[in-house]
């Protein structure tokens, strides 16, 4: 085939086995690079990873610990001569981290540092950073471009700003390291394969797990938070990006890292559509894809929620090259076709079929 000369470079996907990084990672081998994933299995499971291979051959290694062990890092960094790292692993539950911020604080701060410093130690001076359009905070102006100002409005939001500024301050003191922080809006969808997609373990905290898990039957309904929003129909509007097209995006982020040298060192660029959906057209669109009306019902807003968050994906396309390819159907079909399948696993993570709350 016409594919270049193997310019397959290795790269450490730390979560590489966890709903994104999975993506990450098939989207990696698929570009003819070689993949090592550190996972401690906290949020994912060897099952994702053991699936990966009956997607996309290549070279994957996996290595089972934690990004905060430092040695474990450094040694696998200089083993595998690792060219770059994508660094997904971290905790990112809203609410959690208001409940627990110590222990957020602790996971992905002392995570960042820890890998940063390994990264130091080993002269590995590439890195893409996982980041969040909840970074911008409650900011009001849509479509969100990377000059808006930031701020955050919770203990996860505030670790992905301070992961921000640190690596700032790192590509301040090192004029070798380069980064790109990718700020990630809504990610949804799964491979259509079947084979990897989004299984939280507990009540999901997010629409569209949320509303597969009512459609294959394991909730209830669909709580709609807010129909008050001064929106067309009044439910709250999000930028939903096809996981695919996320992890598209971080190829073309290594392809661009590894490029001419940039004005700035230290990249942050929107993934994201920039085409919003209200709750109800996901609920609308979710049950055209499974073929009946996923139950709902209105209630009060979730404090916190903003009326509308939209992304400008322009910098990723002048910048990366990248643009979303998905549409909103494809997403809730692949989101529901990897629900189903899931469901029919044995892997007790799943809530029993039972109808519950
Ligand atoms: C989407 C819309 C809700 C659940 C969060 C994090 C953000 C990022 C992505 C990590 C909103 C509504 C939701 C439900 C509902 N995570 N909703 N019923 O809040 O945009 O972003 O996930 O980086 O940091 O904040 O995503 O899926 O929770 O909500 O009506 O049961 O669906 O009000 O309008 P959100 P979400």
Known sequence: NDRPPQTGRTILATGGAGYIGSHVVVSLLE??????????FENSDRYTVA???RIAPGSV???????????????LLRQYKVDAVIHLAGKKAVGESVADPLLYYSDNIGGAVSLLRAMQATGVSRLIFSSSATVYGMTEVMPIDETAPTSATNPYGRTKLMIEEIIEDLTVADSDFRAISLRYFNPVGAHSSGLIGENPKGAPNNLFP????????????VQV????????DG????????????ARG?????????????????????LGTGTGYSVLQVLAAFSRACGFQVPYELTPRRPGDAARSLADPSLAHSLLGWKALHDLDQMCADHWAFQQKAAQDSRPTLVSGSRTG
């Open 31 to 40: 570009e003819g690079h070689r993949v090592v994933i550190l996972d401690n």
């Open 51 to 53: 699936r990966i291979p």
């Open 61 to 75: 290694a996996l290595v089972e610990g934690d990004v905060r062990d430092q040695a474990l890092v450094t040694d």
């Open 210 to 221: 949320y509303v597969a898990q009512t459609a294959a039957g394991l909730r209830k309904k």
């Open 250 to 270: 971080h190829v073309a982020a290594i392809d661009h890292i590894f490029g001419a040298a940039p004005q700035n060192r230290h990249q942050k660029i929107n």
């Open 235 to 246: 439910t709250g509007i999000r930028d939903y990006l096809h996981v695919v097209d996320l």
């Open 225 to 232: 938070f807010g129909s008050d929003y001064p929106t067309p």
